[in-house]
């Protein structure tokens, strides 16, 4: 059988397999609705390796909510700097409600 890194289809550029998905349990009340998400880790066909949360913070209003990204060598590295970065931008506002929170289509996750 191929290994999946080496697959190639006319009209694809790129395949990723998701290798790993986590929930965080957030510390006291967290700052999110439920106290805790989940991020998802997708290996790409050159070996790197990148998160994604389920859930993203509204900076305002009319704007589509950011989710945590991160990249790394590794499945921790990249688990790592998506939750560094996703309270990155929890941090963007000093107050939040949980208006100001969009979650990821319960397809996507």
Same mark, same amino acid.
């Given at each position: 059988?191929?290994?999946?890194?080496?697959?190639?289809?006319?009209?694809?550029?790129?395949?990723? *397999?998701c290798?790993?998905e986590?929930?965080?349990?957030?510390?006291g009340?967290?700052r999110?609705?439920s106290?805790?998400?989940?991020? *998802?880790?997708? =290996?790409?066909?050159?070996?790197?390796?990148? @998160?994604?949360?389920n859930?993203?913070v509204?900076?305002?209003?009319?704007?589509?909510?950011?989710?945590?990204?991160g990249t @790394?060598k590794?499945? =921790? =590295?990249a688990l790592?700097?998506?939750?560094?970065?996703?309270?990155?931008?929890m941090?963007?506002k000093?107050q939040?409600?949980?208006?100001d929170?969009?979650?990821?289509e319960?397809?996507?996750?």
């Amino acid at each position: 059988m191929t290994n999946w890194k080496n697959i190639k289809i006319d009209g694809v550029s790129s395949i990723d *397999k998701c290798v790993a998905e986590f929930r965080i349990m957030e510390t006291g009340f967290g700052r999110t609705p439920s106290g805790k998400f989940k991020v *998802k880790i997708f =290996e790409e066909q050159d070996g790197h390796f990148y @998160g994604i949360t389920n859930i993203g913070v509204k900076r305002l209003d009319d704007e589509p909510a950011v989710l945590g990204l991160g990249t @790394g060598k590794s499945i =921790e =590295e990249a688990l790592k700097n998506t939750v560094d970065a996703f309270v990155q931008e929890m941090n963007f506002k000093e107050q939040l409600t949980d208006d100001d929170f969009e979650w990821a289509e319960l397809d996507d996750f």
